[in-house]
């Protein structure tokens, strides 16, 4: 690739390409991680773990570092994803390109996939001080989800074209993550993150189910094969309607077996969104991914506080 002329383009750079590249970090996105990180540090405060015997400082300096490391692996989930992807997106493919991994690319579309990359560094990065901080079990639970963040939808693997997206996207960015925020204090196993965590965590595979459903007809026509595809739009739905289901049914369980306190049974209050969101499937697949992003984000709010109470 001819780097100078690269640089020489970095300066015609325009407002709307700022713009774009914010666009493509997908910022409602990182909501995922958010919770998923917070979620794991709540249940370790509840077990006790949290501002506990260790000095107050260092178990404020870990809660930034667990946050920060969440948000930039799934930026830079979201921003390979883009670039593995951009030829089918919104933006113009006219532009001057340039010689980038074997293909030609522009500008634009080599800064997403360095500040992508640079994402997984810093996440690495940070990894690195929690393990000098904390559990060695850190380090194979960064491994996995730097590499599964980037195998999503980056060459040579790309698990979603096989169908796997829906499944590993919940097993990473849910019981995963989860685990690694929950271990950066316990600093020992337990299987209580992961179990409580999931009413949350089955949410996340219903969002790539609402991709999937919404993209159904291009990623078909473009050869695509998502989970949705391979086993027809029908079963997408009913896969989507059976994990919202369950979140609700896995509240009732955990609450009746005192895991959960019965505040949690607030989260019945955001019915209405779930059902929304079925009745988008067929009406207006375009705000499905909005609205099952706004279930996720007020079901697990709601969880949240219920479990810090």
């Known amino acids: 690739m001819q780097y100078k002329m690269v640089l020489q383009d970095l300066p015609k750079l325009s407002k709307q390409t700022v713009y774009d590249l914010f666009k493509a970090t997908r910022p409602l996105s990182l909501t995922l991680a958010l919770y998923s990180t917070t979620i794991g540090m709540v249940i370790a405060y509840h077990d006790g773990y949290l ?13 930034l570092l667990v946050t920060v490391a969440g948000l930039f692996v799934q930026t830079g989930a979201n921003l390979i994803n883009d670039y593995f992807e951009c030829e089918y997106k919104y933006r113009p493919q006219s532009m001057k390109k340039y010689r980038f991994l074997g293909k030609k690319r522009t500008v634009f579309d080599i800064i997403i996939f360095l500040i992508g990359m640079a994402c997984f560094g810093a996440t690495g990065l940070i990894g690195l001080i929690l393990l000098v901080l904390t559990s060695k079990e850190l380090f194979v639970v960064g491994i996995l989800g730097i590499i599964g963040s980037y195998a999503y939808t980056g060459e040579p693997i790309v698990y979603k074209k096989r169908g796997l997206g829906t499944l590993l996207s919940f097993v990473l960015m849910g019981p995963l993550m989860v685990y690694g925020a929950y271990v950066v204090f316990s600093e020992s196993f337990s299987w209580s993150p992961i179990i409580l965590s999931l009413p949350v965590s089955l949410l996340i595979p219903a969002l790539m189910l609402s991709n999937e459903l919404r993209d159904f007809d291009r990623d078909k026509q473009l050869g695509i094969k998502t989970m949705t595809v391979r086993l027809g739009f029908l079963f997408g739905r009913n896969l989507y309607v059976g994990l919202l289901l369950s979140c609700y049914i896995l509240v009732i369980i955990f609450v009746v077996l005192s895991y959960l306190p019965i505040y ?31 279930l996720h984000l007020t079901f697990g709010l709601i969880l949240i506080l219920t479990i810090l109470l």
């Open 51 to 63: 501002f506990g015997a260790s000095y107050l400082w260092l178990d404020l300096l870990k809660i």
């Open 264 to 294: 949690s049974l607030f989260v019945f209050a955001t019915v209405p969104l779930a059902l929304n969101s079925y009745q988008l499937i067929a009406l207006n697949q375009k705000s499905l991914v909005p609205e099952t992003n706004k």
